[in-house]
């Protein structure tokens, strides 16, 4: 339970120390006395948003801080979840800069506010004056079903199941929309494919063929010019060898004279050698150099294929097509491996569907089960509050498909008065009816869910008189089992207090501020005749005060 609140700087407070203890606590004060903001305070160290309208000094930061009393609640496991350390007095604070960014703690370390209201929610839960209209919201109804049903974490099993179903669907439309584009391209990139495959390309072919149909259209040119390379070489009379044949023989003469006439023989003697074999290897080339018209045919045609190949994939080379021939490779496989994929989720969603579904079945059942033992029981909370006539049932329908909550829809069906129709509550439930309502849902979930504390905000919104006593004797009742704190207007709800708080609204030089204190006996016996007689206070509202805080 909270035990102590701390708010420096937000909206209206400047500076407010708060302790609250077991039982029922009671809140008043005038409207507009900022009561609600309180409530706000309390809801930043709850994890919800904030934003710099909040500060109360805009130059400073705004501070909210709560101790709990988390002893008996069995809270160890979410604290080790998180790596959080674990006390029995455990804090929760948040600030807010002038700059509008937001820190949240809990026991001094750092949290996201997804952690903070996920604690939150484990400690507190608050009724706020509108929230009777979530009655009328599905979800809530169920909420609440599930709740008194105490099937909570089955519904979050379901609901993970669920989400995961509802990621793998989404999967599978990705895929199938994928596959479809992709059948779309294959016929086209197939073909694409087969006609470079059924080109056999060659790493560096274009080069060599090139270079090949060169030469055999060069064939007379070549080896007219190798001719006369080889006269130059081998002419018995005047050719280069005959001469360096001369040459060698005058040289061997006088080789012996010295190391450097030695050396120079040598050289001479490996550029005779070296001529011979380029003489021999001339000779070669030109028995090779034939000028072949359908070589030189074939060859045309063959860089024809690739050339227009080439333009058609806009690229300049055969490494560049062969690549490209690889890539469709991948891409044709690709497909394959999608359908397979594809076949594969199927099966996997199916499987997820059928145990989405059993288990929505198993829920729907326990559902049903409760309903009876529900609208007894809130038939009996209305009757305590004055509605000896009211009638409450549970329409039931299944969906065709399951959604977050399952498979199925509820309605609260009303009648406050004998022989009237059920109909839905939106139809039929005035304000007050709906608070009375409210308070009967939330008297018999609070006490399955067993949640260290729970607040109302102006549950008695449209009760007066003996009304208000009763749901004053409701609220008590809670309070045994839980710590309740209540923001009232009501002098009968506020006379069955354990502690009793009231807000006002404080001007200092031009300034105004929201300022709460807690009441002693005397104290609490003038604010609750100010409640029953307005600011004159009577004699009679005296007694009348004393009387209530005394019952």
Known sequence: MITHISIQNYALIQSLEMDFGSGLSVITGETGAGKSILLGALNLILGKRADTKVLFERSKKCIVEGTFDVKNYHLQPFFEKYDLDYAHRTFLRREITPYGKSRAFINDTPVGLSILKELGDKLINIHSQHQTLTLNETNFRLAVIDSFAGLMNSVEEYRDKYRSYQKSKSELEKLIEQEERSKAEKDYNKFLYDELVRAELRVNEQDELEKELEMIEHAEEIKSNLFSIRELLENEENGILAGLSSILGNISKIESFGNKLTDISQRFESVNIELKDILAELANIEQEVIYEPERAGAISNRLNLIYQLEQKHRVKSVEELVSIRDD???????????????????????????????????????RKSIFNDFENEITAVLFKLGMPDAKFKIGWERLNNP?????????????????????????????????????????????????????????????????????????????????????????????????????????????????????????????????????????????????????
């Open 403 to 551: 959604g977050i909550d399952g498979v199925d829809s509820i309605k609260f069906l009303f009648n406050a008065n004998r022989g009237g129709e059920l109909q839905d509550l939106s139809k039929v439930a005035s304000g007050g009816e709906l608070s009375r309502l409210m308070l009967a849902v939330k008297s018999l979930i609070s006490q399955k869910n067993l949640l260290p504390t729970i607040i109302f905000d102006e549950i008695d919104i449209g009760v007066s008189g003996n009304i208000a006593d009763r749901m004053g004797n409701i609220l008590l009742k809670l309070s045994k089992t839980m710590q309740v704190i209540t923001i009232t207007h009501l002098p009968q709800i506020a006379g069955k207090g354990n502690a009793h708080y009231v807000v006002y609204k404080e001007i200092e030089k031009d300034l105004t501020r929201t300022v709460i204190k807690r009441l002693n006996e005397n104290d609490r016996i003038i604010e609750i005749a100010k409640m029953l007689s307005g600011q004159d206070v009577t004699n009679a509202s005296v007694e009348t005060a004393k009387q209530l805080l005394k019952n």
């Open 328 to 366: 469709l490779s991948v891409k044709l496989l690709g497909i394959t491996s999608l359908e397979e994929k594809i076949d594969k989720l199927k099966i996997e969603l199916d499987n997820k569907y059928s145990g989405l579904l059993s288990l929505a079945e198993v829920i729907s059942q326990k």
